[in-house]
């Protein structure tokens, strides 16, 4: 349990291992359970567009995600970055953000 008193429900990580090690999706939105007492998988997705991904934040909650960012580098290659997001919409609840 982190020092905030939610809980990181192990399905995160499985998931989050899913995305990073077998590729298995594009991206993961986290959220807070309905009781806020616990972090839960909202959504996956294997969605390449960005703006699919955009589309899947709600603009008056906030959440956590997960995107598997592809880009080619100068010089030849593929890769790829995980970037992390911590999304907080002005609209949302005070207690949410928290």
Excluded at 41 to 70: H, I, M
Aim: charged residues 25%; hydrophobic residues 35%.
């Amino acid at each position: 349990m982190a020092t905030s008193g939610v809980a990181v429900n192990p399905a995160c990580l499985s998931t989050y291992n899913e995305l990073k090690l077998k590729k298995q999706h594009r991206y993961i939105i986290y959220q807070l359970n309905q009781g806020m007492t616990e972090i839960v998988v909202g959504k996956t997705s294997t969605d390449k567009d960005y703006e699919a991904f955009l589309a899947d934040l709600p603009p008056d909650e906030p959440r956590f995600a997960v995107y598997d960012f592809e880009f080619q580098k100068e010089g030849g290659g593929q890769r790829n970055k995980l970037v992390f997001y911590s999304w907080n919409p002005d609209g949302a609840k005070i207690k949410a953000k928290m």
